[in-house]
């Protein structure tokens, strides 16, 4: 009888296959972006590949394949530099009925990611994490900090890891990461940002479902209802934003569609929320307008980003045209 021994190709990708996902979710909330983060991974996968047979199991494979790609990211992330939201920019606009400033193209915006794939069965305690380690706020937060100070706290605070397995991972010493991370955990503390009171998902569900319905029928008065006091609302690549229920629905009361012209349909994105609007005449195909994505307290929806880039729209499978029903 002959034994079939498997290819070292097929053995690497038995092997390394398991950890893929859990090291784009390391990469975007390194970088911001989900494109740049699926690029990383395949470079840290191309790396490992090449150096695989002289890896002879020094350390678990896991960590290894950490340190390729936290290296890879570190190396990103001081070349590209940060990627923000509009409020990390500068301070709300106060006139709803101004005009809004021009497209700011020429910044690396943060990008949503995806969570969830539509009919996806999923392990009701990753959906618990995603939604604590992956929310919006916090990678936007996350951007704000050196490149070696957010892989520390990322490391540390989000994935539990040991100073001495982070020190071991970064070729520095525990005293070193003991400081990046107090450096990181002070920067992180000192900025501004309300605690959310997690809604049930009853009223969660209530909420999203009252927003689209206004939205669909262009109902000003019953948007105002969902938001929370201190509601925002953000539009990137544009950089003005507003705050406050009053003044978000100020602006968005001229702009919302006139029934029949939208569309919308439901995802998930960094572990909250999301809503897919497409925008288009009563005949003929709706194109990809924006992807808001929500932060929903008891009170109300607390915060909205709109991403009005279509391209943000295919991570999700989503298309960028929906035909008229």
């Given at each position: 009888?002959?034994?079939q021994?498997?290819e070292p190709?097929?053995?690497?990708?038995r092997?390394?296959g398991?950890?893929?996902?859990?090291?784009?979710?390391?990469?975007?909330?390194?970088v911001?972006?989900?494109h740049?983060a699926?690029?990383l991974?395949?470079?840290?996968?191309?790396?490992?590949?090449?150096?695989?047979e002289?890896?002879?199991g020094r350390?678990?494979?896991?960590?290894?394949l950490y340190r390729?790609?936290?290296?890879a990211?570190?190396?990103?992330?001081?070349?590209?530099?940060?990627?923000?939201?509009p409020?990390?920019?500068s301070?709300?606009g106060?006139?709803?009925?101004?005009?809004?400033?021009?497209?700011?193209?020429?910044?690396?915006?943060?990008?949503?990611?995806?969570?969830?794939?539509?009919g996806?069965a999923?392990?009701p305690?990753?959906?618990?994490a995603d939604r604590?380690?992956?929310r919006l706020?916090l990678?936007?937060a996350?951007?704000?900090?050196p490149?070696r100070q957010?892989?520390?706290?990322?490391?540390?605070?989000v994935?539990?890891?040991?100073?001495?397995?982070?020190?071991?991972?970064?070729?520095?010493?525990?005293a070193?990461?003991?400081?990046l991370?107090?450096?990181?955990r002070?920067?992180?503390?000192?900025r501004?940002?309300p605690g959310?009171?997690?809604?049930t998902?009853?009223?969660?569900?209530e909420?999203?479902?009252?927003?689209?319905?206004a939205?669909?029928?262009?109902?000003?008065d019953?948007?105002?209802?969902?938001?929370?006091r201190?509601a925002?609302?953000e539009?990137p690549?544009?950089?003005?934003?507003f705050?406050?229920?009053e003044?978000?629905?100020?602006?968005l009361?001229?702009?919302l569609?006139a029934?029949?012209?939208l569309?919308?349909?439901?995802?998930?994105?960094?572990?909250?929320p999301?809503l897919?609007?497409?925008?288009?005449?009563r005949?003929?195909d709706r194109?990809?307008h924006a992807?808001?994505?929500?932060?929903?307290s008891?009170?109300g929806i607390?915060?909205?980003v709109?991403?009005?880039?279509p391209?943000?729209?295919s991570?999700?499978?989503?298309?960028?045209?929906?035909?008229?029903?």
């Amino acid at each position: 009888m002959t034994t079939q021994i498997a290819e070292p190709g097929e053995e690497f990708a038995r092997l390394t296959g398991p950890y893929r996902d859990e090291l784009l979710k390391l990469c975007y909330r390194m970088v911001g972006s989900v494109h740049d983060a699926e690029d990383l991974v395949q470079e840290t996968y191309l790396r490992a590949w090449r150096s695989y047979e002289t890896f002879a199991g020094r350390s678990s494979l896991r960590t290894w394949l950490y340190r390729i790609a936290t290296n890879a990211c570190l190396r990103a992330a001081e070349q590209a530099g940060r990627r923000p939201l509009p409020s990390g920019l500068s301070g709300p606009g106060h006139d709803p009925a101004a005009p809004l400033d021009p497209r700011r193209t020429d910044l690396p915006w943060l990008q949503p990611f995806p969570t969830a794939t539509p009919g996806e069965a999923r392990d009701p305690a990753e959906v618990i994490a995603d939604r604590a380690s992956l929310r919006l706020a916090l990678i936007a937060a996350l951007q704000v900090l050196p490149p070696r100070q957010r892989a520390v706290l990322i490391l540390r605070d989000v994935l539990m890891w040991r100073a001495a397995e982070v020190a071991e991972l970064l070729g520095t010493t525990v005293a070193s990461v003991t400081s990046l991370l107090q450096r990181a955990r002070t920067q992180l503390d000192s900025r501004p940002g309300p605690g959310l009171a997690e809604p049930t998902e009853e009223r969660q569900r209530e909420l999203l479902r009252r927003y689209v319905a206004a939205f669909e029928r262009a109902d000003v008065d019953e948007l105002t209802r969902t938001l929370a006091r201190e509601a925002t609302f953000e539009m990137p690549p544009i950089p003005t934003w507003f705050a406050g229920r009053e003044t978000v629905a100020r602006f968005l009361a001229p702009r919302l569609p006139a029934p029949g012209r939208l569309r919308i349909v439901h995802a998930e994105a960094n572990g909250q929320p999301a809503l897919a609007l497409y925008l288009g005449a009563r005949a003929g195909d709706r194109r990809a307008h924006a992807l808001h994505v929500l932060d929903v307290s008891r009170a109300g929806i607390v915060r909205i980003v709109a991403f009005m880039d279509p391209a943000v729209f295919s991570p999700f499978g989503l298309p960028q045209t929906e035909p008229v029903r």
